[in-house]
Nanobody
């Protein structure tokens, strides 16, 4: 089985920074895309940022210029550096791994982390 474990969330004042990490573990051969989504209370889950295995990124307009996504393929880990945080960034942040090829298993699979809370106070 594959697990995604997120860390780095917490409470921060507006203008502050946080760095989220998400490590995928299990019998993984490779991962295509990794990304971060967020869901605020009463709202739908939305894309924050995604990164391909080769390093191409897709950043939501709402966080462009403030958030940076990166990954370490050798560690099957994706990071989200969040700077200049705003109260509207408050949400549960979820890690996603798309197109996971597992050792000895046919097919590609998608996985989600359990989520980590980010709260930005004004």
């Amino acid at each position: 089985q594959v697990q995604l474990v997120e860390s780095g969330g917490g409470l921060v004042q507006a203008g502050g920074s946080l760095r989220l990490s998400c490590a995928a573990s299990g019998s993984i051969s490779s991962i295509n895309d990794m990304g971060w989504y967020r869901q605020a209370p009463g709202k739908q889950r939305e894309l924050v940022a995604r990164i391909t295995r080769s390093g191409s990124t897709n950043i939501a307009d709402s966080v462009k210029g403030r958030f940076t996504i990166s990954r370490d393929n050798a560690k099957n880990t994706v990071y989200l550096q969040m700077n200049s945080l705003k109260p509207e960034d408050t949400a549960v942040y979820y890690c996603n791994a798309e197109g996971v090829l597992r050792i000895g298993v046919l097919g590609w699979y998608d996985y989600w982390g359990q989520g980590t809370q980010v709260t930005v106070s004004s």
